[in-house]
C-alpha cells in the first residue's frame, strides 16, 4: 500500500503528510478499505455508498478495481438515511 501511495502522489506531484503517524494511518485505511471493498477508497473522505463510488473513465482504479456491488446491503452504515444529504453537504463545501 505504500508504494501505491507514492506512486498516487509522484503522478499530480503531490506529497504524503510529513507528519509519520498522519500517513500511516492513510496507508492503513486505505488497506482496510482494500479489505473491505476491494478498492482502496481514500480514508479521509465520506463517501455515500463506498461500493457504488463514482470512478471517471480512464481512471486506472476503474480498470483496476471496477464497480464493486455491496455484498451485504442490507447491513448498511448508520448514517446510510442521510447520505443524500451529506453528498449535498460535500458538493457545497468549498475546496
Not at 465520506?46 to 478495481?65: C, H
Request: net charge negative.
Amino acid at each position: 500500500m505504500k508504494i501505491f501511495v507514492e506512486k498516487y502522489t509522484e503522478k499530480p506531484g503531490t506529497y504524503v503528510s510529513p507528519i509519520e503517524w498522519v500517513t500511516d494511518q492513510v496507508v492503513s485505511g486505505l488497506a482496510q478499505n482494500i479489505d473491505d471493498i476491494g478498492r482502496p477508497l481514500c480514508p479521509c473522505r465520506f463517501y455515500p455508498d463506498k461500493n457504488t463510488e463514482y470512478l471517471p473513465e480512464g481512471r486506472e482504479a476503474l480498470d483496476s478495481y471496477g464497480i464493486i456491488k455491496d455484498p451485504h446491503p442490507e447491513k448498511g452504515r448508520p448514517l446510510r438515511d442521510k447520505a443524500a444529504e451529506r453528498e449535498q453537504e460535500r458538493i457545497d463545501r468549498p475546496s
